[in-house]
Antibody, heavy 125, light 113 residues
Framework: EVQLVESGGGLVQPGRSLRLSCTASGFTFGDYAMSWLRQAPGKGLEWVGFIRSKAYGGTTEYGPSVKGRFTISRDDSKGIAYLQMNSLYAEDTAVYFC????????????????WGQGTLVTVSS | QSVLTQPPSVSGAPGQRVTISCTGSSSNIGAGYDVHWYQHLPKTAPKLLIYGSTNRPSGVPDRFSGSKSGTSASLAISGLQAEDEADYYCQSYDSSLSGSEVVFGGGTKLTVL
């Protein structure tokens, strides 16, 4: 059974940093791209970014609202994906989800077939 | 303001059929990119319902179906059940001169009356 568990959320002051972890089980982690997404209170889902599998270079892509501040990395030996968040703003307050990502180089492009339950990040002084 | 536009809410009685629309533009759905749909109940993991505009993952009931035409897509739910009450999101890919990104609709809350 595919399982994704996010951890590392909490209360952080504006301008500070926080690192989230996504621990995966039930599949060969290294074979898949992994994404981070978020949902601000009362809002819809927003894509944060993803990291490709090592077979496709392990490269990353980010959404415009976090580009330059957030960094996604992975440790395939541990089955963990990370989201390093720097220079946090109040607008980054959200539940953060990790998701296994299917990458298809057709019109399908990217979709998320398994998600974790999320971890709450609150940015406030 | 979401790149893809969904109605904020829809409702239907048990057993009825409802549809949720997802409207995009020439840089996403209209460019030929597929649409994917997710079901989300509060405080749970979102669930993939439809991928590639029309395909159901194994385990998703055939009461759920997807379609796409032009710059829009739709999710249809037939034989409504109380357990279908949730938020539904469409997702696609957007590529323009300013860059490329994964985009979502703002979500639609389905109420089963």
């Amino acid at each position: 059974e595919v399982q994704l568990v996010e951890s590392g959320g909490g209360l952080v002051q504006p301008g500070r940093s926080l690192r989230l972890s996504c621990t995966a089980s039930g599949f060969t982690f290294g074979d898949y791209a992994m994404s981070w997404l978020r949902q601000a209170p009362g809002k819809g889902l927003e894509w944060v970014g993803f990291i490709r599998s090592k077979a496709y270079g392990g490269t990353t892509e980010y959404g415009p609202s976090v580009k330059g501040r957030f960094t996604i990395s992975r440790d395939d030996s541990k089955g963990i994906a990370y989201l390093q968040m720097n220079s946090l703003y109040a607008e980054d307050t959200a539940v953060y989800f990790c998701a296994r990502t299917i990458v298809v180089l057709t019109t399908i492009r990217y979709y998320f077939d398994y998600w974790g339950q999320g971890t709450l990040v609150t940015v406030s002084s | 303001q979401s790149v893809l536009t969904q109605p904020p809410s829809v409702s239907g009685a048990p057993g009825q059929r409802v549809t949720i629309s997802c409207t995009g533009s020439s840089s996403n759905i209209g460019a030929g990119y597929d649409v994917h749909w997710y079901q989300h109940l509060p405080k749970t993991a979102p669930k993939l319902l439809i991928y590639g505009s029309t395909n159901r993952p194994s385990g998703v009931p055939d009461r759920f179906s997807g379609s796409k035409s032009g710059t829009s897509a739709s999710l249809a739910i037939s034989g409504l059940q109380a357990e279908d009450e949730a938020d539904y999101y469409c997702q696609s890919y957007d590529s323009s001169l300013s860059g490329s990104e994964v985009v979502f609709g703002g979500g639609t809350k389905l109420t089963v009356l």
